[in-house]
């Protein structure tokens, strides 16, 4: 806006534009003009508050992790907007909080205020529906990540571990036991998981209906079949990294699809373009703008 290319400003010239902003607070209210960053950011939405051990203090997420997610919600809200542009003519002006965003992440937490009053509170990898709910170490230094959600899920994996006795004893056969007695379970679990590989883990608890995944890292989701499969990842050429796995869009449309149609450009490769073709300078005001130092 205080280059005049505001929306305000700019509609003026294009009833029809589409604009999307996306920060922090939004556009209105007390913080509207707060600068931040996104681990900040993740705190005041509520999530730090809930990760971590009981006795602990909260953790800080890896990142900016709202910021991704406030990017992918943005989207949906242009293709939204386009589409009434296309229907009506007129354009839209969106205004994203990614603090507003982070909130839909905590809906369960915030339902259960909203309807007993309950501050839900930091629990390791607890769950108050599941036991087991925790990430078991393997013998490959890997993980896996197991939940049991019902007597008869944990009857399965207790069959599935060898030991079907598990799901008898008084201390093990409800959810309440379970959870009053959970560092023995998992004791017990993660015996088990020590002497096996965390994919053939995971695929045997599958085959017996229990919930269980591998704990990826970042290396093995370039690996991983299903993302794959579903083009996750489309390869293309930097000029400066080679070939660089590009992360294509969570969502697609089937009757005009998408793609990643080149990496991202070094700066300034497309000045030509942008100030020769979009702005309509000559070759000869651009020779002099390189001699002059401004594309430096």
């Known amino acids: 806006s205080r280059l005049g290319l505001g929306y305000e400003s700019l509609r003026e010239w294009n ?21 931040g960053f996104g681990s900040q950011l993740s705190a005041l939405a509520g999530f730090c508050g809930l990760t971590g051990e009981p006795d602990g203090p909260p953790m800080l997420l890896y990142g900016p992790y709202i910021d991704f997610v406030a990017s992918s919600m943005g989207a949906t809200a242009v293709l939204a907007a386009l589409d009434r542009q296309r229907r009506t003519s007129t354009g839209a ?8 965003a982070g909130l839909l992440f905590l809906a369960g937490a915030l339902l259960e205020f909203q309807r007993s009053g ?13 036991a087991p709910h925790d990430a078991y170490a393997c013998r490959d230094s890997r993980w896996v990540a197991i939940s049991c959600w019902s007597d008869d899920e944990f009857a ?25 007695n959970m560092p023995e379970l998992d004791e017990a679990v993660a015996a088990w998981t020590s002497a096996r590989d965390a994919h053939e883990t995971a695929a045997w608890l599958q085959e017996h209906r229990v919930h269980a995944y591998p704990v990826n890292t970042v290396a093995d989701v370039f690996r991983d079949p299903q993302l794959a499969h579903r083009r996750v990842w489309r390869t ?27 990496a991202a450009p070094r700066l300034g490769a497309d000045n030509d373009y942008v100030f020769g073709e979009l702005l309509g300078m000559s070759e000869i005001e651009l020779a002099e703008y390189r001699r002059g130092g401004a594309f430096d």
């Open 15 to 35: 009833p029809r534009l589409v604009m999307l902003s996306s920060c922090n607070m939004g556009q209105t209210g007390p913080r509207a003009e707060t600068p």
């Open 236 to 262: 293309r050429l930097h000029p400066t990294i080679g070939d660089l796995s590009c992360y294509f869009s969570a969502f697609d449309l089937s009757a005009t699809p998408g793609d990643v149609r080149c």
């Open 118 to 130: 309950i501050v839900a509170q930091r629990a390791a990898n607890a769950d108050p529906h599941a």
């Open 93 to 100: 002006f969106i205004d994203l909080a990614q603090y507003e």
């Open 156 to 180: 399965r994996l207790a069959e599935a571990m060898g030991q079907p006795g598990l799901a008898q004893p008084h201390r093990f056969a409800t959810l309440a036991a379970r959870r009053s």
